[in-house]
């Protein structure tokens, strides 16, 4: 005999659980997506509101830096260099007049000298340049001593371009005068340096 098989449901089972179980799976990685796209959206609107004030800083220091520099052309505009030129020329000659060595001076002219010739003045006039011009009164025993002079000056680096001048003879004393650029070492060591900068 067949067993007999009562079904008194009103409409057919029908298992849910999977159904469940992936819609609540979807559910929970749809709140895990949402978390994370909320925590994003913050972090992308601190990281962007800390970068704007940066930019902002930025660029008011940029409008800063502008105007110091309009500043700084409108000054350099109102500068009258010709005058500045001049005075910078005007102090350096005081400079160097006031650093001229007499004794330095001397002994550099005892040095060229020659032996039958005698120093009667030296003027000495200072240069913008920094360069000294030297007027010299000069007297020799014979006309050798002014050729012999100038031949030695010519040798020694501290003197340029000798010239002579006035020339008179009496009969015993021949008296000249010379012109001559003098060049102490401390100016040669600062004109060397200024060249070697450039």
Do not use: C
Request: charged share 20%.
């Amino acid at each position: 005999m067949k067993p007999i098989h009562l079904n008194l449901a009103a409409r057919p089972y029908r298992d849910y659980r999977p159904v469940y179980a992936v819609v609540v799976v979807a559910s929970l990685l749809i709140a895990f997506l949402m978390l994370n796209n909320i925590e994003t959206w913050y972090r992308f609107r601190r990281d962007t509101g800390s970068t704007r004030t940066k930019i902002a800083q930025l660029e008011a220091q940029t409008r800063q830096e502008k105007q110091r520099e309009e500043i700084a052309e409108r000054q350099l505009k109102t500068l009258d260099l010709a005058v500045l030129d001049a005075q910078t020329r005007f102090v350096n000659a005081k400079l160097s007049e006031r650093a001229f060595s007499w004794s330095a001076l001397l002994d550099e002219l005892e040095s060229v000298l020659a032996q039958d010739v005698r120093l009667i003045s030296v003027a000495p006039g200072f240069n913008p340049d920094g360069t000294i011009s030297l007027s010299l009164n000069l007297e020799s025993k014979s006309t050798q001593g002014m050729i012999t002079t100038i031949n030695r000056m010519h040798l020694d680096p501290q003197f340029n371009a000798p010239f002579p001048g006035n020339e008179t003879f009496d009969g015993n004393v021949y008296a000249f005068t010379l012109g001559v650029q003098f060049q102490p070492p401390a100016l040669q060591t600062s004109a060397k340096s200024s060249r070697s900068r450039r």
